[in-house]
């Protein structure tokens, strides 16, 4: 991975972080989030949060589907629960959600995989007829988890802590940018919003490497004209960065 230039495309500051770890093994990240990350700020949406946080101990799972969900989460618990209520599972998608989560004093559990799909299949055997399950994400998230947990009897409500919003770039901005070698995708829209901005300024870039999180996203990628995708098995870093090493592992057994 020495000196490989790798645009990084997760929004803050998951961004930062990512880069960060990449300098210190060597490569050359290039920080462009695809999404912007706003928790939510109406006086009214906030009042019905704190309202579900504080009745967060009727529920028996809470799951929490990305590290955005988590780090917010965990402000609002640490305002409304000086202690965490009991006899609450707490279940994070992927492991870096659930490290976030850990780190924070909540001991949440996760799944093998990094996909809500995952974590249905690893939840098969479970019993949830009647279960009370919260899902915290962000504003218009996928609907398959609840969808799927409600056809196995389970009650499920949201809490939406957060809005995803496309940045703003102007041409300038990608004509700037140096050499890319690699690109990280890390969640369905964040490739979304790349592949609309690589149309209009970089339409080369659909010839580089690009990993992505996940075998949907990478289909999508596909169905997109990316011509050279890799799925990494996870949006963390160390998935990611081992990725990363095959790859570049790849390219210097060919020289």
């Not at 000196?3 to 997760?10: A, N, P, V």
Request: glycine fraction near 6%.
């Amino acid at each position: 991975m020495q000196d490989c230039s790798i645009l990084i495309t997760r929004p803050e500051p998951e961004n930062t972080i990512s880069c960060e770890r990449l300098k210190n093994i060597g490569a050359q990240p290039i920080p462009l989030p695809m999404l912007e990350i706003r928790a939510i700020a109406n006086t009214q949406e906030k009042a019905a949060i704190r309202s579900q946080i504080f009745n967060i101990s009727e529920f028996n799972y809470v799951i929490f589907v990305s590290k955005n969900a988590a780090r917010i989460a965990c402000e609002w618990l640490d305002d409304c629960w000086p202690m965490l209520p009991i006899n609450v599972h707490w279940l994070g998608i992927g492991q870096g959600t659930t490290q976030t989560l850990i780190e924070e004093g909540i001991p949440a559990l996760s799944n093998p995989g990094n996909t809500s799909e995952a974590l249905l299949s690893w939840l098969k055997p479970v019993k949830m007829t009647g279960q009370k399950i919260l899902i915290v994400r962000g504003v218009g998230g996928r609907t398959i988890l609840g969808d799927k947990l409600e056809e196995k009897g389970a009650k499920v409500s949201y809490l939406s802590l957060y809005e995803r919003k496309k940045p703003e770039y102007h041409a300038q901005t990608f004509f700037m940018l140096p050499d890319i070698n690699l690109i990280w995708v890390t969640s369905g829209e964040n490739l979304s919003n790349l592949s609309e901005y690589v149309a209009l300024y970089k339409p080369e870039w659909k010839t580089l490497p690009i990993l992505t999180p996940s075998i949907r996203v990478n289909q999508q990628a596909k169905e997109l004209g990316w011509i050279n995708t890799s799925c990494a098995n996870g949006a963390d870093d160390n998935s990611l960065i081992k990725a990363t090493e095959f790859y570049t592992g790849k390219q210097n057994d060919r020289e």
